[in-house]
């Protein structure tokens, strides 16, 4: 049977090895298996090797590795939560250093406020209990919406953020590397990001030893500072005298405090993250948790008080942040306390290095909370699944690519960053705290009493601080945050309807449907006869005795190949005494190629509507990916068309032939 439309070319190329599909499948020449262990060797070495599910509990942790994984956020935090209620003090000038010290106050009594309210969030919730799993249990599901949104925001923004203060670190000592800010945080977010590929326990091993000389050289400086400030009495001599203050330019106000207070709450960011990877700790679980937070928690409080009155002490305020001259604060007040020598420079760089590293803390918990939320179907099920080394692969490329966007957007500027931040956090904060209140209200027994009036507290006080952070950064960048985080509660709400939807279309109770079960009628799209073509013919023919063979005719060949199916087809076909498979020529005047087999296609489907049809698409198969730039791949197009533009009862099988076999 032959009729004119026209063929689809490059559907097909010509293979070497005859017979090749006689073979078992799984044979691999020996150059494709080269090539694959090469890229297995690469893999390797970049990622580590692949670890078995049974390998989880070697990677769990304990406070000695929980401390840089779970604490490089709320630690490093200490280098710019002051600085950052500082530069809202540079109109006040000098008089504004006076200041940082009850400011620091009050976010140390805050920061133990959330202490004790999360320790008892860890004893309640020792698989993890996140301000997510809390919000949701225990208030419904749009707070719970409404934490993850606050969550995913705060993460994006840690991760940013560290970045760019420890580049904002680098630059204060290199002033030379400031036209580069950009191009170093990029960098540093793809180091992160492949040290986070490697696993829970490598990415602890690989920040153990810059967290534990950044805690060592600050605490040292704090105690050095402190003893030289008490033996002056209260007003010691700088090694390297800070800049020059100018004179004020603003009154004193209380907008300016509150707004100075709400940057420095920036320096609780990170304090949650330990209850929400409560998992990756060894058993007992809750118990190494606790205490990997009252060590977060008591060295980030000593490092916030000493910092604020060494820097009063000293006299040092800050500078503007992305401008020449930009030194900062750490900076000064190391150099104030011991001068610029071997101790500056070891110290600075490890503060430059465990800024920069401090998006462990939004790598470690990120791919966590994602899923989470997948498993309750408001975020892409793909966010569930581990990866080579046991960790949440998706997850990690998610954050890459949202911190790296935010970096691009801002410039890598701290600055520009910090009034998006805090708001997320102390609103994850807040819902976690109001969550375990009905936790504690729901479960009753013994310390329920205590633990509500704590977690009460706790919702109560960091309640007052988003209002307070809300208003203060409210034109200066937060109004983004408000916006971002009810979009991202809708578009979580929209993935989570549509999964209710598919499991809704999908869903089957009734046995097994064996009415009308016939051998399908199967087409086979061609551009020439070779050897991927007989491969694919054969495979027809075990299907169905109704083959139909389409061939777009753009002028060329068509004649030959009627020829050729004759010969090599029919004939053949009618000796054995089965049935031919029908040659259709499709005709394509102006040359198009897909277009005519899909319209055959779905008329097919219109024509025989009792019928299932079978498309066998032939597709060659590379043995390295270079070479297959050559090829068309009109193959890969057709199935794609065929997926978006069939229905039910059109089938898409591919035909591979492996080239090299």
Excluded at 9 to 20: M, P, S, V
Excluded at 50 to 67: H, Q, S, V
Excluded at 520 to 545: E, G, H, I, N, Y
Aim: charged share 15%; with cysteine.
């Amino acid at each position: 049977m032959e009729k004119k439309f026209r063929r689809p070319r490059g559907l097909e190329e010509k293979g070497k090895n005859e017979g090749a599909q006689k073979r078992p499948h799984l044979v691999i020449s020996t150059g494709r298996r080269t090539a694959r262990m090469g890229a297995m060797d690469l893999a390797d070495l970049l990622l580590g090797r692949p670890l078995a599910t049974e390998e989880e509990k070697a990677e769990r942790i304990g406070p000695a590795k929980g401390i840089p994984i779970f604490g490089l956020d709320a630690l490093s935090s200490a280098a710019y939560g002051p600085e950052a209620a500082l530069t809202l003090l540079i109109p006040l000038g000098m008089a504004g250093v006076a200041h940082i010290v009850p400011i620091s106050i009050c976010v140390i009594v805050l920061l133990g406020i959330v202490y004790f309210s999360y320790r008892q969030t860890i004893e309640a919730y020792p698989l993890g209990g996140g301000s997510y799993t809390v919000a949701s249990e225990n208030l419904g599901m749009w707070a719970g919406l409404l934490a993850a949104a606050a969550l995913m925001v705060d993460y994006v923004l840690t991760a940013a953020v560290g970045i760019s203060a420890g580049v904002g670190a680098l630059v204060s000592a290199v002033p030379a590397a400031q036209p580069h800010t950009l191009e170093i945080c990029l960098g540093i977010l793809a180091l992160v990001c492949l040290v986070n590929l490697r696993g829970v326990s490598e990415s602890g091993g690989v920040f153990l030893a810059p967290t534990y000389l950044f805690i060592g050289c600050l605490m040292m400086a704090i105690l050095i500072g402190a003893a030289k400030t008490v033996a002056a009495g209260g007003h010691p001599a700088p090694v390297v005298a800070p800049p020059q203050l100018k004179s004020a330019t603003e009154a004193l106000s209380m907008w300016l405090l509150l707004r100075a207070f709400a940057s420095g709450c920036t320096a609780m960011t990170g304090v949650e993250a330990v209850s929400n990877g409560v998992g990756a700790f060894r058993e007992p679980t809750a118990k190494y948790a606790r205490l990997t937070l009252t060590w977060i928690i008591g060295i980030l409080v000593a490092m916030l008080a000493g910092i604020a009155w060494l820097t009063d002490a000293y006299g040092i305020a800050a500078t503007p942040p992305g401008e020449p001259g930009y030194q900062s604060v750490l900076s000064m007040l190391i150099a104030a306390i011991g001068g610029k020598g071997w101790f500056y420079g070891v110290s600075m760089g490890a503060i430059i290095v465990v800024l920069s590293l401090s998006a462990n803390t939004a790598f470690a918990d990120f791919p966590r909370l994602a899923r989470a939320i997948a498993q309750n179907g408001f975020l892409p099920h793909s966010l569930t699944t581990r990866g080579r080394r046991l960790v949440y692969t998706q997850g990690v490329y998610m954050l890459t690519i949202l911190a790296g966007a935010l970096l691009v957007f801002f410039g890598g500027i701290t600055d520009r960053l910090i009034p998006l931040y805090a708001v997320g956090a102390f609103l994850a904060f807040t819902l976690s705290q109001a969550g375990m209140v009905m936790h504690w209200k729901r479960v009753r027994g013994a310390g329920a009493r205590s633990g509500m009036w704590i977690n009460a507290l706790g919702a109560l006080a960091t309640g007052i601080t988003v209002a307070v952070v809300l208003m203060a950064k409210f034109k200066e960048g937060a109004w983004i945050t408000v916006l971002l985080i009810p979009g991202l509660m809708l578009a979580m709400r929209m993935v989570k309807r549509h999964y209710e939807w598919v499991a809704h279309e999908t869903e089957c109770d009734a046995p097994l449907n064996l009415a009308n079960l016939h051998p399908p009628l199967v087409v086979l799209p061609m551009d020439r006869w070779s050897r991927v073509t007989q491969k694919a013919l054969r495979f027809a023919m075990v299907l169905s005795s109704d083959i139909v063979a389409l061939h777009v005719d753009a002028g060329e060949q068509s004649e030959e190949l009627k020829q050729r199916w004759r010969e090599l087809v029919e004939v053949p076909c009618l000796q054995a005494g089965r049935k031919p498979p029908d040659l259709i020529v499709l005709e394509s005047p102006y040359r198009f190629v897909l277009q005519p087999i899909l319209a055959h296609i779905l008329e097919l489907g219109r024509d025989n509507p009792n019928r299932q049809i079978s498309v066998l698409v032939p597709e060659l198969v590379e043995p390295r990916w270079y070479t297959s730039l050559l090829h068309n791949h009109r193959s890969a197009v057709l199935k794609t068309l065929l997926l978006f533009k069939g229905n039910l009862r059109i089938t898409v099988v591919n035909i591979p032939w492996y080239l090299g076999e």
